[in-house]
């Protein structure tokens, strides 16, 4: 296979290392699943999303569901300040927004399944003081949704449903204090309050939906008490506070994405060891990932539609020391350079990854913010990965017994890592997705 390239803002490709590819046959191993980028038809490798003209940042908000394309915002964080929306493709690198009806300041946060639909925000000016939720499609001047009465504006991001049916943001008033209020809004049912999850809170931040729109998750709090409280809302159960342990362990938390049924969120805790970063399950147990080195500042920021996959930082308080983590199910809390590099994907030597903000549905595409050799900088960057080298199962380098060895240690105790097919069990498929890998020689 010839090298992959990357782009940097039209500049000329920077070639990345060669992968030999491999076809497995999932359907004799009774898998229907496709966890290569390449059969997805976009290449592994390292594209940075550059920013615009006068530009020093750049922002990666959403992903389709499959990775191929991307939403977010680019800008200038000093004065004059700049806020302009893009749309991504690996082939056609970064197109800046210049939807009909878009005001100065505008922003993407994400999009539909499809892609078809993308859900963010504008303002006249960055100062955000008619800043109003939109609607965009291709070819369509953006649809801007209404405020609930009472309310003056948009701050935070505006998220979407996989459809494109269910927008969720957050609202604020005014005051000083200004109180801030989750919103869902539909096409059929207009806009709508969400319930505050506790009583006397009253600033309320949506982070995100669910895929299938039945689910939303943020944070609460009362402005006079500062303590957060992560919330899930439901239609059936309304906004649920997510537990989290008994103080001083643990004091206040965020909820910050959650899979695509709703039935995984990811976030922080904060309490006595610092904050860390967190997994709600299906039974709104809380379990925590883990840090890195000591790392004493962590927080999960982006969860794949299944939940196995979750991205985010660790660090220590001051953000030059955050580095991007991948949590998985197989291998638990590690470097992100680490993920990428086992995924057949390098990152440049001049770049760190400092934030994993987003990671595709599938798994396969994340949006990391890039941390350049002085430390500064926000400039993002999307990572493709390619298919895991099941075969160098015990990541030594080589193919050999040893390998075996270490899959059926595995295996038998039932371990996450042995879950190749990724379908949530360990049994004779996953055996013979090894053997299809290990006995070709090669990945």
């Given at each position: 296979m010839p090298a992959q390239a990357r782009r940097i803002s039209g500049e000329g490709p920077v070639h990345i290392r060669e992968r030999k590819a491999l076809e497995p046959s999932w359907a004799a191993a009774g898998v229907a699943l496709c966890i290569s980028a390449q059969c997805?038809?976009?290449?592994?490798?390292?594209?940075?999303?550059?920013?615009?003209?006068?530009g020093d940042e750049s922002y990666i908000m959403g992903f389709t569901q499959d990775g191929l394309a991307a939403v977010g915002y680019t800008g200038h964080s000093g004065q004059p300040a700049i806020e302009h929306a893009y749309r991504w493709t690996a082939a056609g690198g970064r197109v800046d927004a210049a939807d009909a009806g878009l005001l100065n300041a505008n922003t993407f946060h994400g999009m539909s399944s499809d892609g078809s639909i993308i859900s963010g925000a504008m303002s006249t000016n960055t100062d955000w003081n008619d800043r109003r939720a939109i609607v965009a499609r291709v070819g369509q001047p953006v649809q801007v949704l209404p405020l609930l009465s009472g309310w003056s504006k948009v701050t935070s991001a505006v998220v979407i449903s996989g459809d494109g049916t269910v927008v969720a943001g957050t609202l604020q008033g005014s005051g000083a204090p200004a109180p801030q209020r989750g919103f869902r809004w539909t096409a059929a049912g207009g806009i709508q309050a969400l319930p505050y999850p506790r009583a006397g809170d009253n600033f309320m931040t949506v982070r995100g939906i669910s895929r299938d729109g039945s689910t939303i998750v943020g944070e609460s709090v009362n402005l006079a008490t500062g303590i957060d409280a992560a919330f899930r809302w439901r239609a059936a159960t309304g906004s649920q506070i997510l537990p989290?342990?008994?103080?001083?362990?643990?004091?206040?938390a965020r909820a910050l994405a959650v899979s695509a049924n709703g039935e995984v969120v990811v976030g922080r805790y904060t309490g006595?060891?610092?904050t860390r970063a967190a997994r709600w399950d299906a039974s709104l147990s809380m379990h925590d990932l883990g840090t890195i080195n000591g790392s004493t500042r962590n927080e999960a920021r982006c969860v794949s539609d299944d939940g196995l996959i979750i991205g985010g930082f660790a660090g220590q308080a001051n953000s030059v020391t955050w580095r991007a983590f991948v949590w998985t199910s197989q291998y638990g809390i590690r470097l992100a350079s680490e993920h990428f590099a086992d995924r057949r994907v390098e990152v440049p030597q001049e770049y760190s990854l400092g934030v994993c903000d987003e990671v595709s549905g599938n798994g396969n595409s994340f949006g990391v913010r890039l941390l350049t050799s002085s430390g500064t900088g926000n400039i993002s960057a999307v990572i493709v990965v390619g298919t895991p080298c099941f075969a160098d199962f015990n990541l030594d380098g080589g193919i050999d017994g040893s390998d075996v060895v270490a899959f059926f240690q595995e295996w038998e105790v039932g371990a996450a890592a042995s879950?190749?097919?990724?379908?949530?069990?360990?049994?004779g498929a996953d055996v013979q997705v090894f053997f299809e890998y290990w006995e070709s020689g090669g990945c």
């Amino acid at each position: 296979m010839p090298a992959q390239a990357r782009r940097i803002s039209g500049e000329g490709p920077v070639h990345i290392r060669e992968r030999k590819a491999l076809e497995p046959s999932w359907a004799a191993a009774g898998v229907a699943l496709c966890i290569s980028a390449q059969c997805l038809g976009q290449a592994p490798g390292f594209y940075p999303i550059g920013t615009i003209d006068g530009g020093d940042e750049s922002y990666i908000m959403g992903f389709t569901q499959d990775g191929l394309a991307a939403v977010g915002y680019t800008g200038h964080s000093g004065q004059p300040a700049i806020e302009h929306a893009y749309r991504w493709t690996a082939a056609g690198g970064r197109v800046d927004a210049a939807d009909a009806g878009l005001l100065n300041a505008n922003t993407f946060h994400g999009m539909s399944s499809d892609g078809s639909i993308i859900s963010g925000a504008m303002s006249t000016n960055t100062d955000w003081n008619d800043r109003r939720a939109i609607v965009a499609r291709v070819g369509q001047p953006v649809q801007v949704l209404p405020l609930l009465s009472g309310w003056s504006k948009v701050t935070s991001a505006v998220v979407i449903s996989g459809d494109g049916t269910v927008v969720a943001g957050t609202l604020q008033g005014s005051g000083a204090p200004a109180p801030q209020r989750g919103f869902r809004w539909t096409a059929a049912g207009g806009i709508q309050a969400l319930p505050y999850p506790r009583a006397g809170d009253n600033f309320m931040t949506v982070r995100g939906i669910s895929r299938d729109g039945s689910t939303i998750v943020g944070e609460s709090v009362n402005l006079a008490t500062g303590i957060d409280a992560a919330f899930r809302w439901r239609a059936a159960t309304g906004s649920q506070i997510l537990p989290i342990p008994a103080p001083p362990f643990a004091t206040q938390a965020r909820a910050l994405a959650v899979s695509a049924n709703g039935e995984v969120v990811v976030g922080r805790y904060t309490g006595q060891t610092g904050t860390r970063a967190a997994r709600w399950d299906a039974s709104l147990s809380m379990h925590d990932l883990g840090t890195i080195n000591g790392s004493t500042r962590n927080e999960a920021r982006c969860v794949s539609d299944d939940g196995l996959i979750i991205g985010g930082f660790a660090g220590q308080a001051n953000s030059v020391t955050w580095r991007a983590f991948v949590w998985t199910s197989q291998y638990g809390i590690r470097l992100a350079s680490e993920h990428f590099a086992d995924r057949r994907v390098e990152v440049p030597q001049e770049y760190s990854l400092g934030v994993c903000d987003e990671v595709s549905g599938n798994g396969n595409s994340f949006g990391v913010r890039l941390l350049t050799s002085s430390g500064t900088g926000n400039i993002s960057a999307v990572i493709v990965v390619g298919t895991p080298c099941f075969a160098d199962f015990n990541l030594d380098g080589g193919i050999d017994g040893s390998d075996v060895v270490a899959f059926f240690q595995e295996w038998e105790v039932g371990a996450a890592a042995s879950d190749l097919n990724r379908d949530g069990g360990v049994d004779g498929a996953d055996v013979q997705v090894f053997f299809e890998y290990w006995e070709s020689g090669g990945c």
